[in-house]
């Protein structure tokens, strides 16, 4: 194992954030001189269990390894027993047999479906497999020659409409990190200022996952960019809103910072002559920013916008209001 090598992904880890324990896992993986390794964790977020997987692969010519992608899935399947794992099992035509193993039920159904469309051009079949060893185990479903065959009802849902998830690409360590890729699984934000382009040219820009467009091939979903050119300015917007911590540049820095990662932001307001606190989110696709009570209950802008600001929107409203009894009048005529 070489040490440089070790020591550079763990510090890709940490600045990632992911935890000591993952780690040290991925060590024991690395000594154990694995030439592929995946390793899993789950969290509770406010939308339910999210499961991981860090998928590592060591160089064909060294023994230097690689963290070059990372899975997140909002999972809806009911966890396995302890101790128990999912197995793909397939084999095409004139190929040898390949098994595959996972912790993660998501993981296991998006190598299935992979091995089932492949098996429609090149003759093939499939099994895919839960319990503690491949011997004993029970069978969930079967596939031969792009054709489904058989599925447990307990895993149908989880194979033919699998829980929401990304495959979050990195390159040398550079790229979303979980708290960022967590917020975007939610339907938030994140801004980051080193996405790679085609050319590896770095450009800045406002990312989101499309959620109501088809998936890519990968089974992904596609990113909504919004760039410099798009026109959301993010301070210009908050200082629209009477939130206390636009008094102290270091606190609006730190509110700027919180809402770039995706986060929503606690800040505190007046509210019926009383001091209160609210959630503040950024939404670059609309060049807003949303509010919610802590309970995450939708909030009208308006009860929260400087007194010139509600000015600019009343006569807004005024012109719009106006435009549109001219256009009824004349289609009256």
Do not use: C
């Amino acid at each position: 194992m070489d040490a440089k090598n070790l020591e550079n992904l763990k510090g890709e880890m940490v600045k990632l954030g992911f935890s000591e324990q993952l780690i040290g896992q991925m060590e024991a993986r690395m000594a154990a001189n694995e030439p592929r390794f995946i390793l899993y964790d789950e969290i509770q977020t406010e939308r339910g269990r999210v499961e991981m997987a860090l998928h590592f692969n060591q160089s064909r010519t060294s023994e230097y390894y690689y963290f070059n992608k990372f899975d997140v899935v909002l999972e809806k399947q009911p966890p396995l027993a302890p101790g128990e794992r999912y197995f793909v099992a397939s084999q095409r035509q004139g190929d040898e047999p390949v098994l595959r193993e996972f912790e993660m039920p998501s993981l296991a159904a998006k190598e299935f479906n992979m091995r089932l469309e492949a098996s429609k051009d090149i003759r093939g079949a499939a099994q895919l497999y839960a319990g503690r060893s491949l011997e004993d185990s029970r069978e969930l479903a079967t596939m031969a020659d792009g054709k489904v065959l058989t599925v447990e009802k307990d895993f149908y849902k989880a194979l033919k409409n699998p829980s929401p998830g990304q495959t979050f690409y990195l390159e040398k360590g550079n790229g979303f990190t979980l708290s960022q890729a967590l917020n975007m699984l939610s339907g938030r934000s994140v801004y980051r200022e080193d996405i790679l382009d085609i050319k590896k040219q770095e450009y800045s820009a406002w990312v989101k996952l499309d959620f109501d467009a088809p998936k890519d091939r990968g089974g992904n979903f596609h990113q909504k960019n919004f760039t410099e050119g798009y026109g959301f300015d993010l301070s210009a917007v908050l200082e629209r809103f009477d939130f206390k911590e636009l008094a102290n540049p270091e606190w609006k820095q730190a509110l700027e910072d919180t809402l770039r990662n995706g986060d929503r932001a606690v800040v505190n307001v007046d509210m019926d002559g009383k001091a209160s606190k609210i959630l503040v989110e950024a939404v670059p696709e609309f060049k807003q920013v949303n509010l919610y009570s802590l309970e995450g209950k939708s909030i009208k802008r308006e009860d929260h916008m400087k007194a010139e600001q509600l000015a600019e929107v009343g006569v807004g409203r005024e012109k719009d209001q106006k435009k549109e009894r001219e256009q009824e009048a004349g289609m009256s005529v």
